[in-house]
Nanobody, 120 residues
């Protein structure tokens, strides 16, 4: 089994910063591609940032220059550093990881979501 646990979502003022974490545990051989998505009330889930196993990153235009996706392989943890936050960044944020299990099979796993609210 593989579990993802997200953390870091809180209420923050506009212009503030947050770092979200997505920790994977279980029968993991490697974490390959990774991504962060978000879903605001009444809207569809949208891509925020992705990073391939080769290190190539991609960001939504709305977050370029403000958000950074990264990983700590030793901790099996993926991060989303968010700076210069805006009210429109308010959403539930989800991580998605492509994980190769010890069995050798690869699957996509989603975190449970963490609420980020940007408001004064």
């Amino acid at each position: 089994q593989v579990q993802l646990v997200e953390s870091g979502g809180v209420l923050v003022q506009p212009g503030g910063s947050l770092r979200l974490s997505c920790a994977a545990s279980g029968s993991i051989s490697s974490i390959n591609d990774m991504g962060w998505y978000r879903q605001a009330p009444g809207k569809q889930r949208e891509l925020v940032a992705t990073k391939t196993s080769r290190g190539s990153s991609n960001y939504a235009d709305s977050v370029k220059g403000r958000f950074t996706i990264s990983r700590d392989n030793a901790k099996n943890t993926v991060y989303l550093q968010m700076n210069s936050l805006k009210p429109e960044d308010t959403a539930v944020y989800y991580c998605k990881l492509r994980i190769t299990r010890i069995s050798g099979l690869s699957f996509d796993y989603w975190g449970q979501g963490t609420q980020v609210t940007v408001s004064s």
